[in-house]
């Protein structure tokens, strides 16, 4: 299970969750953040049939990984849990039950919650996406000091700030570059740009190797 947060706004974070959860296959992308629009809609998928987080009814009973995957929106072959009203605290049984299923990305928003925390400690690793700009790094820096205790993964984007000077200012050692054209874009016809994959596979490699 892998989380991915923004360190800024407008940084590409989703984007680059939606790549990871493509080039990881066969898994759950899930959606937990309230203020970020609905993924569905930043993918084009919007108006496909399927649950959303106001569809899930839990009611403290367990949450089976077929009916989940198989309920959801597909983007580019990959199911999409989006948020259409805040996540509730309570978001354990349907991680558990997406990661039953294989490889689960989470979309998480930079704002600390129940649920954003919740999700965070159940996540093997953390990527956090930062711009290498002054003020940017020190947005960064304040979301990772919000996360629980778990792994971090920083991917930087490229700024005006050297590569060298980023670990000082956010507190972590960068794990990959990520290209700056992230932010613009359009996943909507379900095409993956091969760079982005690229960093993502390598990402992925990171995270699964020893």
């Known amino acids: 299970m892998i989380g991915v947060v923004g360190g800024s706004g407008g940084v590409g974070a989703s984007t680059f969750a939606a790549v990871l959860a493509w080039v990881a296959g066969s898994g759950v992308l899930i959606d937990l953040d309230p203020l970020g629009g609905g993924l569905d809609v930043l993918l084009g998928i919007e108006r496909e049939p399927g649950a959303r987080w106001s569809g899930l009814r839990l009611d403290g009973g367990r949450l089976d990984p077929v009916l989940l995957a198989g309920g959801l929106p597909r983007w580019a072959g990959v199911p999409v849990l989006a948020v259409d009203l805040s996540p509730p605290p309570g978001v354990e049984p349907v991680l558990a039950a997406a990661a039953a299923g294989g490889p689960v990305v989470l979309d998480l928003p930079r704002a600390a919650s129940p649920s954003r925390d919740a999700a965070a400690a159940a996540c093997d690793v953390v990527l956090v996406l930062a711009e290498a700009r002054v003020r940017a ?60 994959a690229r960093v993502a596979a390598g990402v992925l490699d990171g995270v699964d190797g020893p």
């Open 137 to 196: 790094l020190a947005a960064a820096r304040a979301v990772l000091s919000s996360l629980p205790g778990v792994p971090i993964g920083l991917l930087l984007r490229r700024g005006d700030v050297p590569r060298a000077d980023v670990a000082a200012l956010v507190g972590a050692e960068p794990i990959a570059t990520v290209p700056a054209a992230v932010r613009g874009v359009d996943l909507s016809d379900g095409r993956v740009p091969r760079g982005l």
